[in-house]
């Protein structure tokens, strides 16, 4: 009794862990100049090692490129970046986003804005 009680607890155990689910991303950024040049452009392009995801932002004008988090909610990935405080300069920059997740997910958000993510495009 106590053999198959171990080895019920074991299995549950063992199929409860999601050794397979993961966000791995590296982030790339280019200051671009003032913000008003802002172009609100986004381009995702898929690839087998996941998403590259290309955009540009308004960030503290000295902005650090580790200063973001990736997390997931659900089905939607979510990219924080820091918000400008009052008073700080600001500068544009040219993000590079490159995203490989496992499970699948539909939705990214990028700062403020929520995009629908659909093979082969947005």
């Known amino acids: 009794m106590i053999k198959q009680i171990f080895s019920i607890a074991a299995a549950v155990f063992l199929f409860s862990c999601n050794e397979g689910d993961f966000i791995n991303h590296t982030l790339v950024a280019e200051k671009a100049g003032s913000c008003a040049s802002a172009t609100g452009e986004f381009k995702m392009v898929s690839n087998t090692s996941g998403q590259r995801y290309t955009f540009d932002l308004c960030l503290d004008a000295a902005y650090n490129v580790k200063n973001y988090s990736v997390m997931r909610n659900a089905d939607t990935i979510m990219v924080i970046f820091p918000q400008v405080k009052n008073g700080e300069e600001t500068a544009l920059y040219n993000l590079t986003l490159d995203i ?6 539909n939705f990214i958000k990028l700062g ?10 947005y």
């Open 100 to 105: 490989d997740a496992k499970p699948r997910y």
């Open 112 to 121: 403020d804005k929520l995009i629908a993510v659909v093979a082969g495009g």
